[in-house]
């Protein structure tokens, strides 16, 4: 017996989540970040300011990769960090202007990735297609 794999959901799904990964990396590249810094950049985008723990719940990254990530962004003058006054060992970060400017910038990276991505579908189809995933996700 032959699986025809183009027939597996799944393999249809597995081979859309690769090319939309590349494209995405290919994308955050040309902006000089990657995903986690993308991530939590999202998290801090309209916020004053976040404890590292508010974004990892947000990004939905572990404790260690979001002081990885908050460390190697506040390197680079994107975030800024500080003690909370309130809790002696929680640091909260915010943007700075560098990486508010960055995270706008992100919002248009974005946007031409979910055009490339899915230049084929309708703003219809697009929106069928993100509630059937959810469906999935959530099953």
Known sequence: ?????????????????????????????TAGVNGYEFRCLSALTGADQLSQTDIGAAAALDPRDVTHTVRALESRGLVSRS?????????????????????????????????????KLSPDARATLVELLEHVGRA
């Not at 003690?83 to 700075?96: A, E, F």
């Open 83 to 119: 003690k909370d006054p309130k809790h002696g060992r929680r640091q909260l970060v915010s943007l700075t202007p560098q990486g508010q400017r960055i995270a706008e910038h992100l919002t248009d990276v974005m946007e031409g990735v979910q055009n490339t991505v899915f230049r």
């Open 1 to 29: 017996m032959s699986l025809d794999l183009a027939s597996m959901p799944t393999w249809v799904l597995n081979s859309a989540a690769v090319r939309s990964h590349q494209i995405l990396q290919a994308g955050l590249a």
